[in-house]
């Protein structure tokens, strides 16, 4: 039996989550391409976890208005990994 693991990271940036937008990070893919994202389009409000996908482009970041592209680009979900511990 062959099992395969891999690590799907979640991010959304408050500009992302306006616009219905979020990113998974695939990593530790074991027979797979991983180091890899992906941008999926949902409408939370009826319930559509993924209405679309794609691998998110090089220019992504530049899909936002200028004040927001930092957030997206840093990833900034408002989200304190050190406040759970």
Do not use: W
């Not at 409408?43 to 004040?67: H, I, M, R």
Request: charged residues 30%; aromatic residues 8%; contains cysteine.
């Amino acid at each position: 039996m062959c099992e395969q693991r891999l690590t799907l990271t979640h991010s959304a940036a408050d500009a992302e989550q306006k616009r219905g937008f979020l990113r998974l990070y695939v990593d530790h893919a074991r027979a797979e391409q991983d180091k890899f994202e992906v941008v999926i389009a949902q409408s939370l409000t009826v319930g559509q976890f993924c209405l679309d996908s794609a691998k998110k482009p090089s220019n992504y970041e530049q899909l936002f208005p200028q004040e927001e592209q930092a957030s997206v680009e840093a990833g900034d979900d408002g989200y304190d990994a050190d406040a759970d511990m």
